[in-house]
T-cell receptor, first 116, second 115 residues
Framework: ETGVTQSPTHLIKTRGQQVTLRCSSQ?????VSWYQQALGQGPQFIFQ???????GRGNFPPRFSGLQFPNYSSELNVNALELDDSALYLC???????????????FGPGTRLTVL | GENVEQHPSTLSVQEGDSAVIKCTYS??????FPWYKQELGKRPQLIID?????GEKKDQRIAVTLNKTAKHFSLHITETQPEDSAVYFC??????????????FGTGTRLLVSP
């Protein structure tokens, strides 16, 4: 098992609410990437944080936002929840290599979000 | 565009047979290609990865091959066992306009190994 942890494990929200998901990265890692995995699909890249700054974003609207803290842990916030936001949210921690290349990414167990 | 195609979507084999899963990517600048195994209700776990400076990498029963010219890479599992049953995802690195890389994942292959 990796040293990446996520909380909570499961979450049920109603449409229009806001949610915060948390991720603790593996010791020695300085980069956190967030992914959305819909049922039966591959993980879709949401955004990536390095040294407390977002350094890249996928095709997700601004109501998906994040933070990274000095200890490299991270949060994913989603505002104005929609039914289609129901998915498994995964974070992955890694180190950044020279030139901005990604090193091996290790996933947390995920947070299963259900929007009713 | 940024794309990783993965085939087949499902693969059924008998225990002891070999299994091959193939992926293609669209950006010739991609240089990192990991494979993840995801069991039902679990996190994706890295099983093997390869960088573009090598053409093949092997770890016991698992091997990955990379053809940079054709922009495709494959996962090979030999002597399959029932515990190999899972969904397998390939991924390729893509450079974002910020200069940093991200991973783009394939759609997954459900492998079923029958005893």
């Amino acid at each position: 098992e990796t040293g990446v942890t996520q909380s909570p494990t499961h979450l049920i929200k109603t449409r229009g609410q806001q949610v915060t998901l948390r991720c603790s990265s593996q010791s020695g890692h300085n980069t956190v990437s967030w992914y959305q995995q819909a049922l039966g699909q591959g993980p879709q890249f949401i955004f990536q944080y390095y040294r407390e700054e977002e350094n890249g974003r996928g095709n997700f609207p601004p109501r998906f936002s994040g933070l990274q803290f000095p200890n490299y842990s991270s949060e994913l916030n989603v505002n104005a929840l929609e039914l289609d936001d129901s998915a498994l949210y995964l974070c992955a921690s890694s180190s950044l290599l020279a030139g901005g290349s990604t090193d091996t990414q290790y996933f947390g167990p995920g947070t299963r979000l259900t929007v009713l | 565009g940024e794309n990783v195609e993965q085939h087949p979507s499902t693969l059924s084999v008998q225990e002891g047979d070999s299994a091959v899963i193939k992926c293609t990517y669209s950006d010739s600048a991609s240089n990192y290609f990991p494979w993840y195994k995801q069991e039902l209700g679990k996190r994706p776990q890295l099983i093997i990865d390869i960088r573009s400076n090598v053409g093949e990498k092997k770890d016991q029963r698992i091997a990955v091959t990379l053809n940079k010219t054709a922009k495709h890479f494959s996962l090979h599992i030999t002597e399959t066992q029932p515990e190999d049953s899972a969904v397998y995802f390939c991924a390729a690195s893509y450079r974002m306009n910020t200069g940093f890389q991200k991973l783009v994942f394939g759609t997954g292959t459900r492998l079923l190994v029958s005893p």
